[in-house]
């Protein structure tokens, strides 16, 4: 039996890049899916792609930061395929620029996207899932939100504010047996080319060939959706508040933020005492997300 037999999806910007990827192989998986986007003619190359491939799907164009179109995707799937299973939040953009120079507007455009989006279509499938006594919630985030982005406050912002959506929604929707997990996908895309051309020119200025995609830690959007498949499918069902990441070569779960070094007094603490508390202890390290699997393989 196909993975996915049976599930019904809504995967939101998934006319190109890994959600399109996600979208082609949820549907060869078995998944009824909704695919989403904002450019209706590449939207429906999408669709027919998987039609024509023998799945079932329905398309539903238009930003995710309106609230009728999550609706619109929460309510087409439940219509067209008589429910929701899975919410898969992909969609997103980028406006890449350093924070002093960061325009107001470059950064309400990511956080509308990806952080607002987010939270519609989470709360439109949450409604439905409680109806239906379950289902399973999917944020698509980022290295930046882990780590932060140089270049990219606003994006590694609403990166983090999904994260911090996730982890709420895990403590809000466990009751309704929604689950919710995310997933740290790297792979080649239209908004990692900027990773690509920047170690092409420092190979350069080394006299070195450009570093192979692979080696460098990204798989394609087919490779990649590996990872999406899996965790939508029974396989994942015991995961919940989980953040996996995933190039299909490399997987890992990161951890849930724990307190060090906590210290307790009877008495309020002064300054002069925290001077002394903390003179002998080492700041935590700071862990940027590795990419590369050890060995660079």
């Known amino acids: 039996m196909a993975r996915l037999a049976g599930k019904r999806m809504v995967i939101t910007g998934s006319s190109r890049g890994l959600g399109r990827g996600f979208a082609v192989a ?3 998986a078995g998944a009824s899916v909704i695919v989403n986007g904002t450019n209706e003619t590449v939207l429906n190359e999408t669709a027919e792609a998987i039609r024509s491939a023998g799945g079932k799907v329905a398309a539903v164009p238009g930003s995710v930061a309106e609230p009728g179109v999550a609706e619109a995707l929460v309510r087409t799937c439940v219509e067209r395929f008589g429910g929701i299973d899975v919410m898969v939040n992909n969609a997103g953009i980028v406006r890449d620029r350093t924070l002093l120079k960061m325009t107001a507007e470059e950064w309400d455009a990511v956080i509308e996207v990806h952080l607002r989006g987010a939270f519609l279509c989470t709360q439109q499938a949450a409604l439905a899932m409680r109806e239906a006594g379950g289902g399973h919630i999917i944020q698509v985030i980022s290295a930046s939100g882990l780590s932060g982005g ?3 406050g606003n994006y590694a912002a609403a990166k983090e504010g999904m994260i911090g959506l996730m982890r709420t929604a895990l403590l809000e929707f466990s009751r309704f047996n929604i689950r919710n997990n995310a997933l740290w996908p790297i792979g080649q895309t239209d908004m990692t080319q900027v990773v690509f051309e ?3 020119v420092a190979a350069a200025q ?3 060939p450009p570093p192979d995609p692979v080696a460098m830690g990204f798989g394609t959007p087919e490779e990649v959706a590996a990872g999406l498949v899996w965790l939508a499918s029974d396989g994942a069902a015991h995961f919940n508040g989980q953040i996996l ?3 299909g070569r490399k997987t890992g779960l990161w951890t849930h ?4 070094h906590a210290a307790f007094r009877d008495a309020p603490w002064t300054a002069d005492d925290l001077d002394a508390y903390y003179k002998d202890i080492q700041p935590l390290p700071v862990n940027a997300p590795v990419r590369t699997p050890p060995g660079g393989k």
């Open 26 to 28: 949820s549907a060869a």
């Open 150 to 152: 140089f270049g990219q």
């Open 198 to 200: 920047r170690a092409r």
């Open 206 to 208: 080394q006299g070195e």
């Open 245 to 247: 990441t995933f190039n």
């Open 257 to 260: 933020p724990a307190e060090r």
